[in-house]
């Protein structure tokens, strides 16, 4: 009987402390919406304002009035513009347009941000850098990298070279290996930098997978196009330049990283690639002929001692009927 009474007892209250948490969560959650509206209103209204913020060229300059204190506690950028310049009052800022700069502040006042796009997107990240809003940075890469797919993957990447967001590469990167069989006579694939050709070999390496014959076929198209468009007039120093451009790239790749088959079909690039690397080459076949001699050898020898042992034990087989016999007989 007591047994059932302190269960009943534990159960009121745990029932109770469920609803203690539930009220404080709730409370919570009304503190955190009403801070939210209040600082909504601050940057909505008029009060108390000491700063503004000039966006747009001329003459579309457009003046947004905000308050230094907030600013200077939200972004490492404005408390380092601010600090030691209490007299300051204003600054420009005309190379991002209104609707840009109200979407910012409205992050820095009270943590919302409209995504509207996949431009605006590109555009947020850029402001979130300038401003030095990191938690910001990584909400909206986050976000792009979630919107990148095959139909615009390309334009996310070049979008990217000024920004340099290492999320963002390393999404387009993974739908360029993908899709590479599929694109590697599209335009925008010979519009790679040299840099962003060297940052997927990276990346395709450090996934360790293979490289097949299409990317080298891809390689020697784009250094093809950037020879010719170097417009070079003597034939030695167009033969120079490629050279140069397949050791600076040849250089970055392991040997392991080419499939087996496709050894073979590199010859047609001999003259242009690096001598260690067709030693690496050739080394790399003869220890792959000699281990697939190797095991093909074993196969035959496993294969012949099994032959042999089936053999030998039809032969007992056979002895012992011919003893059953005998011993019957």
Known sequence: MDNNNNNNNNQIQNANQNENENEMKNLEKKVTKNLIKNYSNLLNGNSFKDFSIFVEKEPNTFEIKVHKSIL???????????????????????????????????????????????????????????????????????????????SNFFQFLFQ????????????????????????????????????????FIQFKQEKKEIFQFDFFQFLNNWIEKRIKSLKLRKYKHKMNAKKRLFHSFFSLFDKDSISKQDFDKLKQFEIFLPNYFLVDIQNKV??????????????????????????????EEKNKEIEEKLKRS
């Open 72 to 150: 200077s506690s939200r972004s490492p950028f404005f408390n380092e513009f601010l600090r030691d310049r209490d007299q300051i009052n204003k600054i420009f800022l005309k190379q991002f347009n209104k609707r840009e700069m109200e979407s910012i502040l409205s992050y820095i006042y009270y943590g919302n941000i409209s995504f509207e796009n996949q431009e605006n997107l590109i555009q947020l990240l850029e402001i979130s850098i300038y401003f030095k809003l990191n938690l910001l940075k990584e909400i909206i890469q986050k976000k792009i990298s979630n919107s990148i797919n095959y």
């Open 160 to 199: 990217n070279r000024n920004l340099k967001s290492n999320e963002i590469e390393i999404k387009c990167f993974e739908l360029i290996n993908q899709n590479f069989s599929q694109i590697q006579n599209n335009e925008n694939l010979f519009n790679l930098t040299k840099e962003e050709i060297i940052k």
């Open 286 to 315: 003869i220890q792959d002929n000699q281990k697939e001699i190797e095991n093909k050898e074993k196969e035959i020898e496993e294969k012949l001692k099994k032959e042999i042992e089936e053999k030998w034990k039809q032969i």
